[in-house]
């Protein structure tokens, strides 16, 4: 096997990259919009682009796409080939700058929430030099792809970059501003990220055997089987060979890409694994999240496997989030969210993870709405990942420093212990200096902050957007009231107390799965918001859509858009997930019930023939609990089907979306008691389709 830094980057237009194939001057030009945050030189895009073709055709392209994210969760491309005509007819291959910097897919097919008619279908892809070209291998072929961001034709973001490279833009000139009154600020500051990857590997020959599945990414039927994830046998286990060869083949595809996966390893649900990639930059890392997704989806299918990214696709077994670790970096690599050894004394320090407690608590209903989806609504709450009451876990050190501060006295920090095993051959360790808590939602661990919130199959662009904006909203505010302090070190001191004492509401160490939680959160007036129907609303709150456009991350009109895209995700969802449990119903369990049913029937009349009515008491209890269900199964699908009809005809609202959530899905959930009551009785060779057991336990 090559050599993991022989293959590392070998598809990615990286640093090496352009320094191999771009003139000095252009290469140093680049540079200064990469590195630098300024404006590009668009003079030096057709000697890039020609560049970065050879360099592309050398690896086999032969073609090239404008990569884009649209506010699908996912990626668009349209490929263009690099072989063209010239006036003669004989055959060239061109990429010119303008190829390169600005692209025009059709934008009248996605999402926009209103901001373009469907007739209206120019839009634009524009060339965003930060984050690395690199090349997609499929079995199609090779295609170079270019990382873009995506606008109408009145230049409205229609995409989740767009206002990501606002957002990082905004919490850039906030952090500089509050670092020049340490002295000379750094030339950048950026969000960097670390996105954890959990998802579901399952066999692809029973993945096609189950409508559910295929249409919405779970399952919408199953009972449960006889053993789950009770004896968490599973968490951290010994990698069997068909997945160690799958990950093997993961990590050579994501080194291709320049992503290291460092860390790899089995999930508490059977079935389940997660992927941890190294920190980059927020805007690279969303990029890199991206393509994860795509590698763990290609890769698997050549192993006639199935991922599922899906938060919830089995009931009864963990489902699969993606936390997002989130920090602050100086171009000099100073991380600002570091305590160091004195962080009580570190005032540069407290104002950067002050403001963070600050921002999480004006704004913890836009922090959980970034979370917010119907296939989140699953998973969060269900004392396998964090409730949906928005909390921050800071850790014994930092409550001790808060303390303090509310005081007004900083005196101390607390320091690490050593960890006393009871055995003299282990080494000593040093503790950390608190512990960790797993049920909170937005926690700091040590150096960075861990929203673990995300759903596994969502963008980490829009979480990540509100995190940008919502503490530069906070940096910018203590900037205003410092930059001319005549007694600064006194003026900060008297900012920070007075900012813990408002918002130490927020701050919750303990269970947060407990319904003690839940009365104390209602005690300090927190929001509480169990579903994206709850939550939705919060977006049009003036103070929330006044923080985002105040710093230039989007318009009034691109928020009011994207509410509706969430509205019409969310009913489109639930439609489409109420018309595959009516289908099934229809096609599948009703009929294998009925034939059942005849069985049980005609093996009833042979016992009674034969003389032994009396003895049959069990197959006539059976044969009527069978026929109650298969009523009442076909009952609910009846009203499910008619209540969809209705629903269908009704105009796409917030009201539309509710009605869903509280007509809709308890419908749903009755049709699938019955069916999986159904299950439990029907023999395994006369079910329609795969049952847990076979999914999860046989994959």
Request: with cysteine; aromatic share 10%; hydrophobic share 40%.
């Amino acid at each position: 096997m090559t050599k993991p830094t022989e293959l590392f980057g070998i598809h990615l237009f990286n640093d090496d990259a352009m320094r191999r194939t771009l003139p000095e001057s252009v290469y140093q030009k680049l540079q200064h919009t990469i590195r630098d945050g300024k404006t590009l030189d668009s003079a030096i895009a057709d000697t890039v682009a020609q560049a970065m073709k050879t360099w592309a055709q050398s690896l086999g392209a032969t073609h090239y796409t404008h990569w884009f994210q649209p506010m699908t969760g996912r990626t668009g491309e349209k490929h263009e080939a690099f072989l063209t005509l010239d006036n003669e007819g004989r055959p060239i291959e061109l990429f010119s700058g303008k190829n390169l910097t600005i692209g025009e897919p059709d934008a009248s097919s996605f999402p926009t929430g209103g901001l373009r008619a469907t007739f209206e279908a120019r839009g634009y892809t524009a060339w965003d030099c930060t984050s690395p070209a690199f090349i997609k291998e499929t079995n199609g072929g090779k295609t170079l792809c270019i990382p873009t961001a995506f606008c109408s034709y009145n230049g409205e973001a229609l995409d989740m970059k767009t206002p990501l490279l606002r957002s990082m833009q905004a919490l850039e000139e906030a952090a500089k501003r509050i670092l020049a009154l340490f002295g000379d600020p750094p030339k950048r500051v950026l969000p960097t990220v670390g996105a954890e990857q959990e998802y579901f590997l399952i066999d692809k020959r029973l993945y096609q055997q189950r409508k559910d599945l295929i249409y919405t990414g779970r399952t919408l039927f199953g009972a449960k089987p006889p053993k789950g994830q009770e004896l968490s046998d599973h968490y951290f286990g010994s990698i069997r060979r068909q997945i160690a060869n799958f990950m093997r083949d993961i990590d050579i595809e994501l080194w291709k890409l320049g992503i290291v996966a460092k860390t790899r390893h089995y999930e508490v649900a059977p079935g389940q694994y997660e992927l941890a990639p190294l920190f980059a930059t927020v805007n690279i890392a969303t990029d890199q999240n991206q393509l994860i997704m795509e590698v763990l989806e290609e890769v698997a299918n050549r192993y006639d496997l199935v991922c599922l990214l899906h938060e919830k696709p089995f009931s009864y077994f963990n489902g699969s989030g993606k936390h997002n670790n989130w920090s602050l970096m100086t171009s000099d690599g100073v991380n600002l969210f570091e305590p160091g050894d004195t962080p009580h004394a570190n005032l540069q320090f407290l104002l950067f993870f002050v403001a963070v407690v600050s921002a999480v608590d004006r704004y913890a209903d836009l922090l959980r709405l970034s979370a917010a989806t119907y296939s989140n609504d699953l998973r969060l709450g269900m004392q396998e990942a964090p409730p949906a009451i928005i909390s921050l876990f800071v850790g014994e050190q930092m409550r001790d420093i808060l303390n303090q501060i509310e005081a007004g006295a900083l005196l101390s920090s607390k320091q690490a212990d050593h960890l006393d095993t009871g055995v003299v051959t282990l080494p000593k360790m040093l503790k950390d200096v608190t512990d960790r808590n797993r049920t909170s939602p937005f926690a700091f661990t040590g150096n960075k902050f861990e929203f673990r919130m995300v759903g596994s199959s969502e963008s980490i662009a829009e979480p990540n957007i509100v995190l940008n904006t919502i503490v530069a909203d906070r940096l910018n505010a203590y900037a205003d009231e410092l930059t001319h302090s005549l007694h600064l070190i006194y003026d900060i001191k008297r900012l920070l107390q007075r900012e813990v004492q408002q918002h130490k509401r927020i701050l919750f160490d303990g269970n947060g799965y407990s319904e003690e939680w839940v009365q104390e959160a209602k005690k300090r007036e927190l929001g509480i918001y169990p579903t994206t129907i709850d939550v939705l609303p919060c977006l049009l709150a003036e103070k929330n859509m006044e923080v985002f456009m105040k710093h230039r991350v989007f318009t009034r009109s691109e928020i009011l858009s994207r509410y509706e895209v969430r509205v019409n995700h969310y009913i489109t969802y639930a439609q489409i997930e109420a018309n595959t449990m009516v289908n099934m119903m229809e096609k599948d369990i009703l009929p294998a019930v009925l034939r059942y049913i005849r069985e049980v029937a005609s093996a009833y009349n042979q016992v009674c023939q034969a003389g032994f009515e009396r003895k049959a008491l069990r197959l006539s209890q059976r044969l009527g609990h069978l026929l109650h269900l298969y009523d009442e199964g076909s009952r609910l699908t009846q009203q499910l089907q008619g209540l969809l009809s209705q629903r269908q005809r009704d105009p796409i609202t917030f009201e539309l979306a509710k009605s869903y959530q509280d007509q809709v899905l308890p419908l749903m959930k009755a049709l699938r008691e019955i069916a999986d009551a159904m299950e439990c009785l029907v023999p395994r060779d006369s079910w329609p389709f795969p049952t847990y057991g076979d999914l999860v336990f046989r994959s």
